[in-house]
């Protein structure tokens, strides 16, 4: 068990002293590729001392940058990612980008908005075949810098190059990472410079107190508005007590990704999805041993409503009267289920994708569209109540018990509106100590978080004639300022950081 000691006040914090392991940096090259320079901070290797002669305490605060002269499987840079990994170190590329860069696998990782702004940035080229070339998340062009930035950040080696052909449209053809003998003579002083900048940002430039053993990314996009997980004020609290914990903690942006090597442990407070960048920032991160809440097997398992329908059903969790729906059975269904009843997206979330059906000709109205996106569509009974309880979860116990009420004049917690750019409407919230909530209610949500694993949940919970039945487990709970910690306040933000305190020092332990 991790022991620490809380400061009483944000001023007492600066009289303790931690021994802090500041990250080291190694770059391994072959010993004939030296025109890239030396760096402050940087120890430069050729790729069989480092696998020859392995650091016993550079667990966990060693970057590895991999610029071996092959990346092929069984190759001498393979092994060192390979063996990086093996250590406890964080290299780049590591093994599972190596793969993903092999082949045609990369092409099929391009997600949609990145195929939009790779269709931007290149609609004024008159060939149908470009190569783009990206050190160190940097181009020569700067009007190519967002999408080498956006490229840099889905496949993190220092040196990529990306083959582009235009048919209708433009498109990926090839990705690959590339050694320093690859790069062009024209495009070397470029590189030694990207790379200097690179590796100075990895020895921080803000100035960090003495207190202060851990670094911590706090994900989060400020572009979401009501719908985002925290609010300002709620970062704000969780960054203060993250310091009182030892945590440096840094908000960061999808923009900021290319940098998680340099962090101990990531905090998602951007709304998740499995096919989103949340969720490859969350793999990278956890493979890079970091600690990762939300974690990707909660992202997984709590984004999809079919697997939690059939997690809680074998778990014997009281839910809401459950369908799985699919073209074979939707006309049966029709005519045996209870009206009015309520159909879900598998990944809905915030009340969106969610929609009451009346009778049998506006249930098939929306399974209609709803299998233009999904094979499977969830169908449950409906249960009207004022509110839902919201009990957050975290490392199996309750910390907190909310009513969220129904928005007024709707049957759910938020009412969107039909036009996109309108803000939706919540009901009112209250907050109560969990000791006071209902006991029943607080069991069968503590239950049904375990049944995910141990990270931050917030389970949503239905209580009729005196029963309780679980609605969803949400990976990404609020944690609003004034909301969620109306009643233990900067308490609630403390524990989740012990928590993180915890898990870190397990994983150098």
Not at 171 to 188: E, T
Not at 353 to 368: H, M, P, S, T
Not at 474 to 495: K, Q, T
């Amino acid at each position: 068990m991790f022991s620490h000691v809380v400061p009483s006040t944000a001023e007492s914090l600066g009289d303790f002293r931690y021994e802090k392991e500041f990250m080291k940096t190694i770059l391994v090259a072959e010993s004939g590729d030296d025109w890239l320079g030396e760096f402050d901070g940087v120890q430069t290797v050729d790729p069989r001392d480092y696998l020859a002669s392995p650091d016993p305490k550079s667990r966990g605060r060693t970057r590895v940058f991999n610029l071996s002269r092959s990346y092929a499987y069984q190759s001498m840079g393979y092994y060192v990612s390979l063996l990086a990994e093996a250590r406890g170190e964080r290299p780049m590329p590591d093994v599972t980008t190596i793969q993903d860069l092999s082949g045609s696998s990369a092409v099929r990782l391009i997600p949609q908005h990145l195929e939009e702004l790779i269709e931007n940035s290149f609609k004024g080229l008159t060939g149908d075949e470009f190569v783009l070339s990206v050190y160190f998340g940097q181009n020569l062009a700067k009007k190519y810098d967002r999408l080498a930035r956006e490229l840099f950040n889905l496949f993190q080696a220092p040196l990529l190059q990306f083959k582009f052909a235009r048919r209708s449209k433009w498109r990926l053809r090839r990705a690959s990472a590339i050694s320093l003998g690859a790069v062009p003579l024209n495009h070397r002083d470029f590189v030694a410079e990207a790379a200097a900048k690179h590796f100075a940002r990895g020895v921080s430039s803000r100035p960090k107190r003495k207190s202060m053993r851990y670094d911590m990314a706090i994900l989060h996009n400020p572009d979401e508005g009501d719908l985002a997980p925290s609010d300002e004020a709620a970062l704000k609290k969780l960054v203060k007590a993250a310091a009182a914990e030892g945590i440096n903690a840094e908000l960061i942006t999808r923009s900021d990704s290319g940098r998680l090597l340099e962090f101990d442990a990531l905090f998602i407070r951007e709304t998740t999805a499995v096919n989103h960048h949340t969720y490859r920032i969350a793999r990278r991160a956890e493979a890079a041993g970091m600690v990762v809440i939300d974690d990707p097997v909660s992202i997984l398992r709590c984004t999809n409503k079919v697997y939690l329908a059939e997690l809680m059903t074998r778990a014997k969790v009281p839910t809401p009267q459950t369908t799985i729906v699919h073209r074979r059975n939707a006309d049966e269904l029709a005519k045996t289920l209870s009206y009015p009843c309520v159909l879900k997206r598998p990944d809905s979330a915030f009340s969106q994708g969610v929609v009451k059906a009346a009778n049998a000709d506006e249930l098939q109205a929306r399974l209609a569209e709803f299998f233009e996106d999904s094979e499977l569509v969830i169908a449950q009974a409906y249960m009207r109540t004022d509110f839902d309880w919201r009990i957050g979860v975290m490392d199996g116990r309750a910390m907190f018990a909310c009513k969220y009420h129904m928005a007024r004049g709707h049957w759910q917690i938020a009412k969107h509106g039909t036009d996109v750019k309108s803000k939706p409407k919540f009901g009112k919230c209250e907050t109560f100590p969990v000791e006071t909530a209902p006991r029943k209610a607080v069991a069968v949500a503590v239950k049904a978080a375990n049944l995910i694993g141990n990270g931050l949940y917030g389970v949503d919970v239905k209580e009729v004639d005196g029963h309780f039945y679980v609605i969803e487990v949400n990976d990404n709970p609020n944690l609003d300022s004034g909301i969620e910690d109306a009643v233990l306040r900067e308490e609630l933000y403390r524990r989740i950081m012990e928590s993180f305190a915890r898990r870190i020092e397990a994983t150098k332990s």
